[in-house]
């Protein structure tokens, strides 16, 4: 079952879309870099789109300001990129691969941890990424929401959803749910959009922390059919005695 398709809406998102897509061939760069120097500059470009959209949002995003925060002319920008949309989609999928990239080590490193640490741990590798300034989400979800119908963001999400399915398999019967392939698809697209509300949110690290452990409790609570017990989130210390 394609768990993954969603309809077409008439939201502002769409409308935006296309308004900006008779082709999405607008929206590729020109040339892909080959050489170290031309990687080089196409990610100088990329990382000051990522800079200014951080510090003055995609309403100021020009051609002629990322070329001058990349330190490169604009013709060299036109060079790779047609117009300010296809940098911003280049952005996307660098920050959507380091996002899948993030949520996949952070799997790895739940080995050792209890069911609820586990969680705990990788909605706050999550949330932390979705932050990182780097990854412009904050500009991309807010203001350029046309990034949310992008092949790049459709196959980053597909690819958390995969994770998701993989995490619920190799749990087995730690996990109940009454029909596991759709209520773990469930779980992760409430998960993944209250990571980045909780992400976005202007608020005090302290209170984003709260959320965090608050939104793991509800995970586990939906995975497991119960709340998780103090030795679930606090475990005593196992280390081994002699």
């Known amino acids: 079952m394609a768990y993954h ?13 296309t308004r900006i897509e008779p082709s999405l061939a607008v929206l590729e760069p020109r040339k892909t870099p080959r050489q170290a120097r ?15 959209l951080a510090s003055g949002g995609y309403d100021a995003l020009t051609t002629n300001a990322v070329s001058e925060r990349a330190g490169v ?13 296809a940098i911003v989609v280049a952005l996307a999928a660098d920050a959507c691969r ?11 490193e739940t080995d050792g941890m209890t069911r609820f640490q586990g969680a705990e741990h990788l909605i706050r590798a999550g949330v932390e990424t979705l932050r990182a300034p780097q990854n412009g989400f904050r500009a991309l979800f807010r203001e350029a929401p046309f990034v949310m119908r992008l092949p790049v963001f459709q196959e980053a999400r597909n690819a958390l959803d995969l994770l998701c399915q993989d995490i619920r398999r190799k749990a087995g ?54 709340d998780a017990s103090d030795d679930e989130i ?6 081994e005695r002699p």
Not at 38 to 52: E, G, H, N, S, Y
Not at 74 to 85: I, S
Not at 98 to 108: D, F, I, N, P
Request: charged share 20%.
């Open 234 to 239: 606090d475990p005593p210390d196992r280390a």
């Open 98 to 108: 380091r996002l899948v990239e993030r949520m996949t080590q952070a799997v790895g």
């Open 173 to 226: 019967g730690q996990i109940r749910l009454l029909a596991p392939q759709a209520d773990a698809w469930l779980i992760s697209q409430m998960l993944f959009s209250a990571m980045v509300e909780i992400a976005l949110l202007e608020t005090t690290e302290t209170n984003r922390t709260f959320l965090i452990r608050q939104l793991a409790q509800l995970t586990f609570r939906m995975a497991v059919g119960c």
């Open 5 to 17: 398709e969603r309809p077409t809406t008439g939201r502002p998102a769409d409308r935006i879309l």
């Open 73 to 85: 002319s604009v013709g060299t920008l036109y060079e790779y990129f047609p117009n300010r949309e």
């Open 38 to 52: 031309a990687r080089a500059t196409f990610a100088a470009i990329v990382d000051a789109c990522a800079q200014l």
